[in-house]
């Protein structure tokens, strides 16, 4: 199985302190070592660094934990192969371009004898179950929709479309396009929102405490959502099986809405 790392942002936001913890957990502190990836949206753009080694040893890991890149969507995944070999094409996160955007995916866990009827542009380049679920569920949303549609509808879409693919085994996932995060639980996944008024946190996996009241302003938000805890000492809430969440400017829908 892997893991899973998403920050959905109010304002462009560092994610070193959590990437750092998140890293320990590819062959340090967890035997999650068979590739790593992460992906940055920059407006429309984005930056994506995938690697077949483990995130604890990767000088390009390494790199990154060390020139803090700046997003309001975050995606990072560590591998621990089950399905595909440890190749540098079968490492999260994936990406496709839809409706002019560029769409991000990384999943966790096993979708057994899965090989979904796959045409047009969305094929899978490596070997695994969750590229074929990124692929199927690229070309799904493509036939649902003519153009982008709101944040909303996709929603509510992936409501219909990701039951079929949990029908062949779990399937905890992180899917963005830039503005929004759907974040689905099939048997574990956790989040927290941090805001104002910011406090000191500690990760679980490496020996650094931040208080983020020294690095943010009143306006700044993060939603942070990872498949196990990264912290000691914040309030995390575990999703439900079969929950899907989305985050918009660092808060669930839900939340969102009703600040507005």
Same mark, same amino acid.
Request: glycine letters at 8%.
């Given at each position: 199985?892997?893991?899973?790392?998403?920050?959905?942002?109010?304002?462009?936001?560092?994610?070193?302190?959590?990437?750092?913890?998140?890293?320990?957990?590819?062959?340090?502190?967890?035997?999650?070592?068979?590739?790593?990836?992460?992906?940055?949206?920059?407006?429309?753009?984005?930056?994506?660094?995938?690697?077949?080694?483990?995130?604890?040893?990767?000088?390009?890991?390494?790199?990154?934990?060390?020139?803090?890149?700046?997003?309001?969507?975050?995606?990072?995944? @560590?591998?621990?192969?089950?399905?595909?070999?440890?190749?540098?094409?079968?490492?999260?996160?994936?990406?496709?371009?839809?409706?002019?955007?560029?769409? @991000?995916?990384?999943?966790?866990?096993?979708?057994?004898?899965?090989?979904?009827?796959?045409?047009?542009?969305?094929?899978?380049?490596?070997?695994?179950?969750?590229?074929?679920?990124?692929?199927?569920?690229?070309?799904?949303?493509?036939?649902?929709?003519?153009?982008?549609?709101?944040?909303?509808?996709?929603?509510?879409?992936?409501?219909?479309?990701?039951?079929?693919?949990?029908?062949?085994?779990?399937?905890?996932?992180?899917?963005?396009?830039?503005?929004?995060?759907?974040?689905?639980?099939?048997?574990?996944?956790?989040?927290?929102?941090?805001?104002?008024?910011?406090?000191?946190?500690?990760?679980?996996?490496?020996?650094?405490?931040?208080?983020?009241?020294?690095?943010?302003?009143?306006?700044?938000?993060?939603? @942070?959502?990872?498949?196990?805890?990264?912290?000691?000492?914040?309030?995390?809430?575990?999703?439900?099986?079969?929950?899907?969440?989305?985050?918009?400017?660092?808060?669930?829908?839900?939340?969102?809405?009703?600040?507005?």
């Amino acid at each position: 199985m892997c893991q899973l790392l998403g920050l959905n942002c109010a304002t462009p936001t560092d994610a070193s302190f959590s990437f750092t913890g998140f890293c320990q957990r590819g062959g340090a502190t967890d035997h999650h070592a068979d590739g790593w990836g992460i992906a940055f949206f920059e407006g429309r753009g984005l930056r994506l660094f995938i690697d077949h080694d483990s995130a604890a040893n990767s000088r390009m890991a390494e790199f990154l934990r060390s020139y803090p890149l700046k997003s309001k969507n975050i995606l990072a995944h @560590v591998r621990k192969a089950t399905i595909g070999e440890v190749m540098l094409e079968n490492a999260h996160p994936f990406t496709r371009e839809l409706w002019g955007r560029h769409w @991000v995916f990384a999943h966790n866990g096993d979708l057994k004898d899965y090989f979904p009827k796959l045409h047009g542009a969305f094929q899978p380049v490596g070997t695994t179950d969750s590229e074929r679920a990124f692929c199927w569920l690229m070309q799904e949303l493509a036939k649902s929709h003519a153009s982008l549609p709101s944040v909303g509808e996709l929603t509510h879409t992936l409501r219909e479309l990701i039951p079929q693919i949990t029908a062949f085994g779990s399937a905890n996932l992180l899917l963005s396009h830039g503005e929004a995060m759907w974040a689905h639980c099939s048997t574990k996944l956790h989040y927290l929102v941090r805001q104002h008024p910011f406090a000191q946190a500690t990760l679980m996996d490496h020996d650094w405490t931040v208080n983020f009241a020294d690095l943010n302003q009143p306006g700044d938000r993060a939603a @942070v959502i990872v498949t196990t805890p990264l912290t000691r000492n914040e309030q995390w809430t575990a999703f439900e099986p079969g929950e899907l969440k989305v985050f918009v400017d660092g808060l669930p829908v839900e939340l969102v809405r009703a600040v507005l």
